[in-house]
């Protein structure tokens, strides 16, 4: 069985820092894509960032490009989101999914597919604000 847990969310101010991570068992991280999404309030959740399994491909949105970045402990269970220069409308519920339909992310064009992931964390509250 998969389980999935994200830690690292808290208040950050504008400009600062955070490294999410995100603990994963039963699902092997060196062949399955592993991915983070995020809900801010009253609006829909959406793709930040993919980590592929065999080829360690990434995939970032244009929201967070330049900003963000996804990497994996290999061999490990543990997938890491480090964002930097951390903005208000960065404020939202992060998510971590597995997705055992791919094992890259070098496919995907302009968004994630939601429907693919099928074990999801509880998610961790990120709040950028001074």
């Known amino acids: 069985q998969v389980h999935v847990v994200e830690s690292g969310g808290g208040l950050v101010q504008p400009g600062g820092s955070l490294r999410l991570s995100c603990g994963i068992s039963g699902f092997t991280l060196d062949y399955y894509a592993v991915a983070w999404f995020r809900q801010a309030p009253g609006k829909e959740r959406e793709g930040v960032s993919c980590i592929g399994g065999r080829d360690g491909s990434t995939w970032y949105s244009d929201s967070v490009k330049g900003r963000v970045t996804i990497s994996k402990d290999n061999g490990g269970d543990t997938v890491y989101l480090q964002m930097n220069s951390l903005k208000p409308g960065d404020t939202a519920v992060y998510y971590c999914?597995?997705?055992?339909?791919?094992?890259?992310?070098?496919?995907?064009?302009?968004?994630?597919?939601?429907?693919?992931?099928?074990?999801w964390g509880q998610g961790t509250q990120v709040t950028v604000s001074s």
């Open positions: 999914a597995a997705n055992l339909l791919r094992s890259t992310c070098s496919t995907y064009g302009s968004a994630l597919y939601e429907h693919e992931h099928s074990y």
